[in-house]
């Protein structure tokens, strides 16, 4: 409950007063010195707090809910106290103009800072003496529970799936028949029956995944009672493990069989009962609803492994239990969502009416809001059964639908389980979690943007030896392993989250809980409701600002830290200038109103359409660390020591003067402004992206770069003469032994210049689009790209393929992407041992046809993961074949942007721009070799031009060769674009 807030006045304090460069202003009036044992003595004691209120979770206590809501309150004061103190300094200093006593300005100020810390540290120190004598008490009460636990069998904890029971009754921790209604998971139930009983390997431990209410347990308790599993297994055990296991109770829960009296045994004479009356047993243990390693660790010894077709079957929400249990790809299953019809199949049994169309076509679209989830469904169904009239239920329909919480969160038992999962969060992963209701619902949320958004809002900062991106990954990852995001795109080596959505359920979850915790308010088209509290957190969308009530907004503005504009109408009308301490500006759609230089705590500037004359916005946010804009916006003259990412279409001018050691990532350069000077500057850089333009734009200074992981090179189309500087680029390139990724745009060269590249000694992945290389890759035995996961090729005019599997050794994934001319992947693919996917979009048949090829070798050498995907295949047009004038033009495309969807590493991320940069998977090129027919139209339009024009040069200066080879040019380009029609 607090975590938001006292991460955030942490990153707070370390940012204005703790980093080695604080803000001018600051040190002018000297507020550092005086106050920095008080300043470090708050650091302290609240990272010291947090990590108790984290390390003690106790669910349902009252009066720990009680202190976390006094330390919020505390730090939201404390914060917003300091951060108004610091725009106070501005305005004064503005106002003044250096008029009055310096030194009196400077102990008055100094002293108002220090009351306020002393006051937090006073209230810090009162809520931790508070919180200690909680602890005792509810350490003391647990310790007199546990003993009577022990003494009482019928005492058992709930899995979280069965705190929703299907029949209505209480559960049994012996998994006892019930009347659950399962749908929809009859492929699921054969999946995991054969992993029991049918697959020949040696692998005891099978587990089950998949987010809370998405139907593990019922799923688990069927193949348990399946009269092929039971006559199939000498013994049978059912046990509940839960958030809070007990490894006592589960022992007991585990001999419950016996007839001896137990209650009496130690934990050693009960973990050999267990394993006394499994040995030699042919056994089946279902553990249910286990939430952590080291549950499983407390019992696992317990189970004899004599190798006679035993299994172990887990269910739970985290991944990371499946993993540390040894079950692999063929033993995890991964629950998946109901589809509509089995959606609807589960609402009519569960609700039990038959009354009608009527009913039906009012309860369809309540099931589509629950997004599959068994759980939601049920919760809903049972609401509705309890329902007689048409009328009810029209009336509660309605106001379902209109919910903000997107349908049956206003239901106990769901939030229960939703909250369950909240609650067993760490508190940096709960404040990291519920900032995901900052977006739409269904939003495709990028991984990378979020994490400099986290970064931001103090939510996620660098440690020791990890960096804030490292620890944000972390954290994605995290989130992924509990089930509470969903992946929806990886990056090209398949190593990386890059992109993920929220359920509905778990979204509306974040919005409400953000709502209760006075950090999230969500201006819709109703207008109304706004909190009375101010919030930290807006979000403006599906808002018509002609006749909205924009005050009410602005009301907000005293305790708002970030905005984000997703609406479809313009935000001219709100006034920005209020929203003082405004740290985060995301704008998605349409333009500023005219900004003034106010926002001084600004960390995250994202604007996706041009702004004139913005640099005044942000001349004073000392802080800023993320800047995504359209176009370059003034940042060349601006001192901005925390600023880390730089992204624009274009910086123009010089290199720009905020670029320091904290730099990582600049998303376009030009050639040109890549001096020695400049690269030194940010010798820390790990991404950049350098478009050139001609000769002599060889980036000679790049090895200045040595931190440099990932560089994205676009040779601009209508230069000449770079073909004959590619060798030195190369050269150039081979000098960054850090670099990771590589990508070439529009490159003009031969193959054996990417063969240099294997010596790079961390090389992993390549990416070529609209290159021209020849037709013929020879990769000779002597290169190996020795750690290459992931090659990628677009648009190349590639032909013929000659490599060996050696040349690629530790090959993952293979992208081929208009690739018209390759006839097939070479057969050689088949004996790379780590290759996992080749995937071919509008390639020819036959190419297609010999990755299936390679697929089926790899699948008869035991790699069941290796899979081809194939997208939109061309058909075979007999006349490109042969065609030598059909490569690919250098002058043919007009795309000079990067490609923001093709990069993994962060610099250019397609769902954090709206810039309309080229992305090769938009591309609506509907014809085959759409680039040789433009080569011939261009050709055949210069020659109308010259004659109609009635230029000389035709008569005079070009032979009736020429003029031949200029008919049969025409001739082909009518008889191109008549196939085509």
């Known amino acids: 409950m607090a975590c938001v807030a006292v991460n955030s006045l942490i990153t707070t304090l370390e940012l204005e007063f703790l980093q080695p460069h604080p803000r001018p202003i600051l040190q002018q009036m000297e507020l550092i010195p005086f106050n920095k044992d008080l300043i470090q003595s708050l650091h302290a ?94 350490k003391h009460v647990i310790a007199v529970q546990g003993r009577e636990t022990t003494l009482d069998d019928d005492v058992n904890p709930k899995s979280d799936d069965e705190l929703v029971k299907m029949d209505g009754s209480s559960s049994s921790n012996h998994a006892s028949h019930t009347d659950d209604i399962m749908v929809g998971k009859n492929n699921e139930f054969e999946i995991i029956r054969k992993m029991l009983i049918q697959h020949p390997s040696k692998q005891r431990e099978v587990s089950i995944q998949g987010m809370g209410g998405i139907g593990k347990t019922t799923l688990a308790r069927r193949v348990y009672e399946d009269p092929s599993i039971v006559s199939h297994f000498d013994k049978q055990i059912w046990v509940v493990v839960s958030q809070h296991h007990n490894k006592r109770q589960m022992l007991l829960d585990l001999v419950a069989g016996s007839k001896d009296n137990l209650k009496d045994s130690s934990d050693e004479d009960l973990a050999l009962k267990l394993y006394q009356s ?31 077709g035993s299994r172990v079957l887990l269910t739970t929400r985290v991944a990371e239990v499946a993993t540390c249990i040894g079950s692999n790809n063929y033993f995890s299953h991964q629950m998946q969502f109901l589809d509509q019809s089995e959606s609807w199949e589960l609402f009519h049994k569960k609700a039990c009416k038959s009354q009608g169309v009527e009913f039906d076509t009012i309860g369809r679209p309540i099931v589509e809001k629950c997004k599959g989830l068994p759980l939601a469904i049920v919760v809903v169904a049972g609401l509705f059964s309890k329902l007689n009239t048409l009328h009810e239920w029209k009336k509660t329909a309605n106001a379902l639908i209109s919910s903000t919480s997107t349908s049956t969160l206003d239901d106990e038992e769901c939030w229960t389980i939703l909250s369950l999962s909240y609650s067993h969060l760490p508190h940096n992963l709960k404040a990291c979690f519920l900032y995901l209701g900052v977006f739409p619902e269904d939003k495709v949320i990028n991984a990378n943007n979020l994490a400099r958004l986290w970064a931001a809002e103090g939510l996620v900062k660098a440690l020791k030896n990890e960096s804030f991106e490292a620890v944000a990954k972390r954290y994605i990852n995290e989130l992924m ?24 359920l778990l979204h509306a979850f974040c919005v409400r809980e953000g709502h209760n915790q006075s950090l999230l308010h969500v201006v819709d088209e109703s207008g109304c409701n706004f909190p009375q509290k101010g919030v930290r957190w807006i979000r403006i969308e599906r808002v018509s600002f002609k006749d909205f009530d924009i005050s009410a907004l602005h009301s907000l503005s005293k305790h708002c830290r970030s905005i984000f504009h997703f609406a479809l109408s313009p935000i001219d009308s709100i006034i920005l200038e209020i929203f003082s301490l405004l740290r985060v500006l995301y704008v998605a759609e349409y333009l500023l109103p005219t900004p003034t230089d ?39 003259h601006l001192e901005l020591p925390q600023l880390q990412y730089i992204s624009c279409r274009k910086l123009y001018g010089s290199f720009p003067e ?114 021209k290389l020849g037709k013929k890759w020879e990769v000779p035995e002597n290169v190996k790209f020795c750690h290459l996961i992931c090659l990628k090729i677009s648009h190349d005019n590639l032909k013929h393929w000659e490599v060996g599997a050696d040349n690629f050794p530790k090959l993952e994934r293979l992208f081929l992407n208009k690739c018209f001319k390759l006839r097939e992947i070479p057969n050689s693919f088949a004996e790379i041992p780590t290759l996992n996917l080749i995937q071919l979009k509008r390639c020819r048949p036959s190419a297609v046809m010999s990755a299936k090829q390679i697929e089926a070798e790899q699948h008869d050498y035991g790699n069941e993961n290796m899979v081809v995907i194939e997208i939109d295949t061309i058909e075979f047009r007999p006349l490109e074949d042969d065609s030598d004038e059909g490569e690919f033009d250098e002058d043919d495309s007009d795309e000079g942007e990067f490609d923001e969807d093709d990069s993994d590493e962060g610099e250019f991320d397609k769902d954090d721009s709206d810039e309309g940069n080229f992305d090769e998977d938009d591309s609506d090129e509907g014809e085959f070799l759409w680039e040789e027919q433009m080569v011939v139209v261009a050709v055949f339009a210069i020659l109308v031009f010259e004659m109609v024009s009635g230029s000389q040069v035709l008569q005079l200066k070009i032979g009736i060769g020429y003029r031949l080879l200029y008919f049969c040019l025409v001739l082909q380009a009518w008889l191109l674009l008549g196939m085509n029609k």
């Open 481 to 504: 392993d509990r089930n509470l995001i969903l992946v929806s795109k990886r990056s090209s080596c398949g190593r990386k989250i890059k992109e993920f959505r929220v359920h509905d």
């Open 45 to 138: 004691k609240l990272g010291f707090l947090i990590q108790l209120f984290d390390e003690f979770r106790m669910d349902g206590v009252e009066a720990i809910k009680d202190l976390e809501t006094k330390l919020r309150d505390v730090a939201f004061r404390v914060e917003d106290e300091i951060e108004h103190h610091v725009v106070h300094l501005y305005k004064e200093a503005d106002d003044e103009m250096g008029q009055g006593d310096t030194e009196a300005k400077k102990t008055q100020h100094s002293h108002r800072l220090s009351h306020v810390l002393q006051q937090a540290i006073k209230d810090i120190d009162a809520i931790k003496e508070e919180l200690e004598k909680v602890m005792m008490e509810y």
């Open 598 to 636: 106010v926002h001084i705590h600004l960390r995250y500037l994202w604007i996706s359409r041009q702004c004139d004359s913005c640099h005044s916005f942000f001349s004073n946010a000392w802080n800023l660390q993320t800047y995504r804009v359209f176009h370059d916006m003034g940042l060349r």
């Open 278 to 308: 499994l040995k030699g047993q042919r056994y089946l243990v279902v553990m249910d609803d286990v939430w952590s390693r080291e549950s499983w660790n407390e019992v696992n010894s317990c189970f004899p492994d004599d190798i006679n």
């Open 658 to 771: 905020p670029a320091h050691q904290n730099l990582q990532v600049i998303s376009s350069l030009q050639a040109s402004q890549c001096d020695q000077e400049s690269l030194t500057k940010v010798p820390y850089l790990k991404r950049v992206g350098i478009t050139i333009g001609n000769p002599n734009d060889c980036i000679k200074n790049i090895d200045c770069l040595q931190q440099l992981e990932s560089l994205s090179l676009h040779f601009d189309s209508l230069s000449y003469g770079i073909r004959d500087m590619m060798a030195q680029i190369i050269n150039n390139i081979l000098l960054l032994k850090n670099i990771r990724k590589l990508r070439f745009d529009f490159m003009k060269s031969e193959w054996k210049a990417i063969n240099v590249l294997s010596k790079l000694p961390r090389f992993e992945v390549l990416k070529l689009r609209y290159s």
